[in-house]
């Protein structure tokens, strides 16, 4: 099943790894910031409501 | 109904959320259909062996780069000229997009080069422009993270961006010219674009392409909702003081 | 216009760094190559014309954030911008006035460092013109980003990241047309080259160099 990369192995592999490595980084750090903005938004959010509820 | 009604935060933010996981969902099962297909069942390239496969990463990485870049640039221009804030967040929120692209696109072309022209790097026009491309997203950035007010920095970023565009397109006739002038003679084998690349390897190429654009694509208008979050707990943070 | 030209040039002659500084550091980074690559004749002649335009480059943006950031401090710069002259004249003329503080003298005495690199006999002509036509178009790129960077505080290091890159082609063309001369070829064409940047980056540059300005005044 796994193809027979030959003498490049290390090289395609090594490709492959640090590509989808890097593009899994970005990915991952845009989710957090964008999760941790999220949760920020909505706390200053509720504090605006309570300050002007008062 | 028009397309500037998605200048309202609000109705971007409504809009897009909800697009974001579909969006990511078919980038991501494109990017696996065509790198699995790309890896697994095409044949080795009969001079260049199996190295012949990091293409389906290189290529469509570099076309993202300099994509991202083309989009900075007409969203500061729409800022410059329209004075939506969602256009200029969304020029910041591609640029770190756009560099890892550029990194992609220099490293797997470095792991490419190394066994195919015995080094691994050469300064190649199209290695060089790379690398000045990189030079220009890390300015960028580093411009947007100096200045505190953030409508100032939207404005000269994207001034910037404008000036970078025409010397970045500059550096590129430069560049050639340079190597063509102290190398001639020489042929520097540049990687076969895809107009040379037989239907074997075009189809798994093409699907990684959409998937890269599609990734590029949820990602932006994600990091995009960020940025417009984070402005706005700045403006209620400032008011409530 | 004038004016405001008499007065740059005089604050940069009274406060000696101008001149003096620019050309001293010119003259060190010169002076450190041997050091780096071995006094052997040969490789300093292969490089002198790379070396020469490196270090004209350096030396020009080192003075570069002196543009704007003093009249930013003392207040006169918000005063400037009420004038009657338009704020493009203002860069301009200050853009103006940098390379005649810097890119002047550093054309001038860069034949004598090429001695010191054993620069080819032919490139001489080469490498004046050359410097003479590419050092305006440092001036003017760095006015921008000076212009871009004079709100930022310590400024200094990012307005080198951002005019570095900025400065490529020029290099690129102007070292071409030194290397070119020294090796007995025809330097015209990146020699021309140069020029068009420079000329370009006159009629262009000081309005982005404004709007820079202007933001920044806001």
Redesign the interface.
């Known amino acids: 099943?796994?193809?027979?990369?030959?003498?490049?192995?290390t090289?395609?592999l090594?490709?492959?790894g640090?590509?989808?490595g890097?593009?899994v980084?970005?990915?991952l750090l845009?989710?957090r910031?964008?999760r941790k903005?999220?949760a920020?938004?909505d706390a200053?959010?509720a504090?605006?409501d309570a300050?002007s509820g008062k | 109904m028009s397309i500037w009604e998605y200048a309202n935060p609000k109705k971007f933010i409504a809009t897009t959320t909800p697009l974001v996981p579909w969006v990511m969902g078919i980038s991501i099962s494109c990017l696996v259909v065509g790198l699995v297909w790309g890896f697994f069942f095409t044949p080795d390239d009969f001079r260049q062996g199996s190295t012949v496969k990091i293409i389906y990463l290189h290529v469509p990485a570099a076309l993202m780069a300099i994509n991202a870049w083309f989009m900075m640039l007409i969203a500061s221009l729409i800022w410059l000229v329209r004075r939506h804030h969602v256009s200029a967040l969304a020029a910041r929120a591609a640029a770190p997009i756009g560099m890892v692209m550029t990194v992609i696109a220099l490293i797997t072309g470095a792991i490419w080069g190394q066994p195919m022209w015995g080094t691994w790097w050469a300064w190649d026009p199209r290695l060089t422009s790379f690398l000045i491309l990189f030079l220009f997203y890390l300015g960028y950035m580093a411009l947007w993270e100096a200045i505190e007010d953030s409508d100032t920095a939207a404005d000269l970023t994207s001034v910037l961006c404008l000036v970078g565009s025409v010397f970045a397109v500059l550096s590129r006739y430069a560049v050639q010219f340079w190597n063509q002038g102290l190398h001639q003679g020489t042929s520097v084998p540049v990687a076969t674009g895809e107009r040379s690349v037989s239907d074997v390897f075009f189809v798994p190429l093409l699907v990684c392409m959409v998937g890269f654009g599609l990734l590029f694509l949820a990602l932006v208008l994600m990091r995009t909702a960020t940025e417009v979050r984070a402005r706005r707990i700045k403006a209620l943070e400032a008011r409530m003081r | 216009m004038i004016a405001l030209l008499k007065r740059d040039l005089v604050l940069a002659v009274r406060a000696g760094g101008g001149f003096g500084l620019g050309l001293s550091f010119f003259l060190i980074v010169i002076v450190l190559v041997p050091f780096g690559v071995g006094p052997e004749a040969e490789i300093l002649t292969r490089i002198a014309p790379g070396i020469v335009w490196v270090a004209a480059l350096l030396a020009a943006l080192l003075s570069l954030d002196r543009i704007f950031a003093l009249d930013f401090e003392d207040g006169s710069l918000p005063l400037l911008a009420t004038s009657p002259l338009p704020m493009e004249g203002v860069t301009l003329i200050k853009g103006i006035a940098h390379w005649i503080t810097t890119g002047l003298p550093l054309t001038l005495v860069a034949p004598v460092l090429g001695f010191l690199l054993h620069l080819e006999p032919s490139a001489f002509g080469w490498l004046l013109a050359s410097l003479a036509l590419g050092t305006p178009a440092l001036s003017m790129i760095g006015t921008f980003g000076a212009a871009l960077t004079v709100g930022v505080r310590r400024g200094g290091l990012l307005m080198s990241l951002l005019v570095l890159p900025l400065y490529v082609p020029t290099l690129i063309f102007g070292a071409e047309a030194v290397a070119r001369g020294a090796a007995g070829l025809d330097g015209l064409t990146p020699l021309l080259m140069v020029a068009v940047i420079t000329l370009a980056s006159f009629a262009l540059l000081p309005f982005a160099a404004s709007a820079a300005l202007k933001i920044n005044l806001r």
Do not use: C, H, N, T
């Open positions: 099943m796994f193809p027979d990369l030959g003498d490049y192995a090289e395609v090594a490709a492959y640090a590509s989808i890097l593009l980084v970005i990915v845009s989710m910031r964008s903005m999220r920020q938004l200053v959010e504090r605006k300050a």
